[in-house]
C-alpha cells in the first residue's frame, strides 16, 4: 500500500477541521437559542413519541391525517385526564401547606434553632432579632440596594417569563400536530442530505439510537409514574399530611438516579418533624419504609422489567449528563441530557468497534493468509500488512 502524498493528508485534515467548526457553531446556536427551543423541543419528542402508533393505523387502512388527528387526541385526552385528576390533588396539598406554615416557622424558632445552637454553640436566635437585622441592614445598605435592585430585576425577568412559559404552552399543541403530521418527510429529508457512501453507516446509528431512546424514554416514563403513584400512596396512608405533594416531586424527578429517593427522604423528614412538632419515631419509621420498598421495587422490579439495560449508561454518567446539560443550555440542556448521552453511547459503541478493527489496534504485525497466487487452495503463506495481495 502506498504512503499517503502530504497533499491527500491536509486536505482530510481539513475536512475534519470544517465538521468540528460546523458542529462548535451549531452548539454555539443551540446555546443562543435555548431559551426559545425548549417548545420546539418538547414538541419533537412528543412527535417522535407517537410516530409508531400513526405508523401501525396507517399500515390498518387508514390515511395519514386520519392517523394523525386519533393519536393527536388520544395524547391530548391524557394529558387532560392527568391534569383533571393531579391538579385539585396538588392544590389541596398546596393548601395544606400554606397552612402549616405558621405551625412550620413556631417549630423552627421553638425548636429547631434551640436545638442547633446547644448543640453547636453558635448564637443563631441573636442574628434574627428585628433590632439587629435593622442594625446589619443599616451598616450594608449598598450591599442592600445593590440586592435589592438585583432582586426588582430578577422578578421583572420573572415576569417576562412566565409569559414565554404561557406561550410556549399554547405552542406546544400546534407544533406537536404538524410535527406528528410531518415526521415521515422530516425523516425523508434528513436522510437525503446524508452523503450516499455513508448512508448504511448512519441509517445503523440512527436505528440503534432510536432502539435504545424508545425503550428508555417511554421505559423511564413508566416508571417515574410508577414510583410517584408508590411514594404518594405510602406516604399518604403513613399519616404524612403533605405526602402526596413529596411523593409526586420525588415521582417525577427519579430519572436521575438517587436524586428522587434522596430529595423525597429529606422533604418527609422534615415535613413529619414539623407535623408532629418534634421526634415522631413511628412517623419516621414508616418514612423510611416507605422510600425502602420504593427503592427495592425500582431495582428489582421496575427497572430491569421496563427499562432494562437499554441505553447501556451508569448511573454516575446520567448524573453528569443531566448537570452538564442544565450548567450549558439550561432546561433545554436538562431535558435533552438522557437522549443526547444514549445517541452518544452508540456513537462511542460504533467508534470502539472501527477502532478494534483498525491497523493502529491490530498492530503492524505478520498475518497468515491464504495466498491467492498459490494453485493449491489451503496454501498459506506470511505475507506483511501493508502489502496487498495481487
Do not use: C
Request: proline share 5%.
Amino acid at each position: 500500500m502506498s504512503a499517503v502524498a502530504p497533499e491527500a493528508e491536509i486536505a482530510l485534515f481539513l475536512r475534519r477541521l470544517k465538521w468540528v467548526v460546523l458542529g462548535a457553531f451549531g452548539l454555539w446556536v443551540v446555546w443562543l437559542l435555548a431559551p426559545i427551543l425548549t417548545p420546539f423541543v418538547i414538541a419533537l419528542m412528543l412527535a417522535w413519541l407517537g410516530d409508531p402508533l400513526v405508523d401501525r393505523l396507517e399500515a390498518s387502512g387508514r390515511s395519514r391525517n386520519t392517523a394523525v388527528i386519533l393519536v393527536f387526541v388520544l395524547m391530548s385526552l391524557l394529558i387532560a385526564l392527568a391534569l383533571l385528576i393531579l391538579v385539585p390533588m396538588i392544590q389541596r396539598q398546596i393548601a395544606t401547606l400554606l397552612a402549616a406554615l405558621p405551625q412550620a416557622q413556631q417549630w423552627v424558632l421553638g425548636t429547631a434553632l434551640p436545638w442547633l445552637e446547644a448543640k453547636t454553640g453558635v448564637q443563631i436566635m441573636a442574628w434574627l432579632e428585628p433590632d439587629r437585622l435593622i442594625e446589619w441592614v443599616r451598616s450594608h445598605w449598598q450591599q442592600a440596594g445593590g440586592a435589592a435592585t438585583t432582586l426588582f430585576g430578577y422578578l421583572s425577568r420573572s415576569g417576562f417569563a412566565m409569559v414565554a412559559w404561557v406561550v410556549n404552552l399554547a405552542l406546544m399543541p400546534i407544533l406537536t400536530y404538524y410535527f406528528l403530521r410531518d415526521w415521515d418527510k422530516l425523516v425523508e429529508r434528513v436522510a437525503a442530505t446524508i452523503p450516499r457512501n455513508h448512508i448504511e453507516v448512519v441509517s445503523r446509528l440512527a436505528r440503534e439510537s432510536n432502539d435504545v431512546l424508545g425503550a428508555f424514554i417511554r421505559g423511564q416514563i413508566a416508571v417515574m409514574i410508577a414510583l410517584g403513584i408508590v411514594y404518594a400512596a405510602g406516604l399518604s396512608l403513613a399519616g404524612l399530611n403533605l405526602g402526596l405533594l413529596i411523593g409526586l416531586v420525588a415521582g417525577l424527578i427519579s430519572f436521575i438516579p438517587y436524586l428522587g429517593a434522596t430529595t423525597g427522604v429529606v422533604l418527609a423528614v422534615l415535613a413529619a418533624l414539623v407535623q408532629s412538632q418534634g421526634l415522631d419515631l413511628k412517623l419516621l419509621v414508616l418514612v423510611g419504609v416507605v422510600f425502602t420498598v420504593g427503592q427495592l421495587l425500582e431495582s428489582y422490579v421496575l427497572t430491569p422489567r421496563i427499562v432494562g439495560d437499554k441505553i447501556g449508561l451508569h448511573p454516575v454518567a446520567v448524573i453528569f449528563a443531566v448537570m452538564a446539560g442544565g450548567q450549558l443550555f439550561g432546561f433545554l440542556g436538562m431535558l435533552l441530557a438522557l437522549p443526547a448521552a444514549a445517541v452518544i453511547n452508540v456513537l462511542l459503541r460504533y467508534a470502539h468497534e472501527r477502532y478494534r478493527q483498525s491497523e493502529l489496534y491490530a498492530g503492524h504485525g505478520p498475518t497468515i493468509v491464504l495466498d491467492p497466487r498459490g494453485e493449491a487452495p489451503t496454501e498459506l503463506v506470511i505475507v506483511p500488512k501493508d502489502v496487498e495481495p495481487k
